[in-house]
């Protein structure tokens, strides 16, 4: 019996050598994923990190682009305004000379001098030319004060018959329906 013993107490010693040697390999095994763990976390915040690097890259290279857009459409913009003002300033102005009651809008005759020439079908041309710019303006300034006749007339007679017709008309009060039914006695 004492050698039955001996072997369970020996199986037993071996049975708790192999279950420390198992809570030691499972220690080093929580251990091993515990570092791996903190690895990973420690890799994903570089990660974050480097995203966060690239991110702020960007956002200075796009403030950066728009700045120098701005720069430029400030340089475009002031080189146009030097050469609108080099242009302005560089040639000499002339007022012109516009007659005496002609009116912003009007239209200014530019005036040919004509010399007479000694050839007599240039002068017997020039003559019907006079003549037909004679002719056209009788013509308008018969036609205009025609319709200015015609529409002063028109006017005034309008303007005499409403004058008129106010007082001719008898001018009608409004009435209104009175009924005249029974009264009612208290």
Known sequence: MVGVEVETEVLIEA??????EKAIEAEKAMEAENAIEEEKAIEAEKAMEVEKAIEE???MEEEKA???????????AES???NMTKTASDEPTQPVARPDRLGLGAKVAR?????????????RLHAK????????AET????????AKDAFS??????????????????????LPISQGKKKQK
């Open 15 to 20: 049975e708790k050598a192999i279950e420390g």
């Open 57 to 59: 890259e960007k956002a």
């Open 66 to 76: 728009i700045v120098a857009e701005k720069a430029i459409e400030e340089e475009k």
């Open 80 to 82: 146009w305004v030097d």
């Open 111 to 123: 005036h040919s001098k004509y010399v007479p020439s000694d050839d007599p079908v240039e002068r």
């Open 129 to 136: 030319l006079n003549a037909g710019k004679r002719k056209a």
């Open 140 to 147: 308008e300034e018969q036609q205009f004060t025609k319709t």
């Open 154 to 175: 028109s006017d005034e007679d309008d303007e005499l018959e409403s004058r008129t017709s106010v007082f001719s008309k008898k001018k009608v009060s409004p009435t």
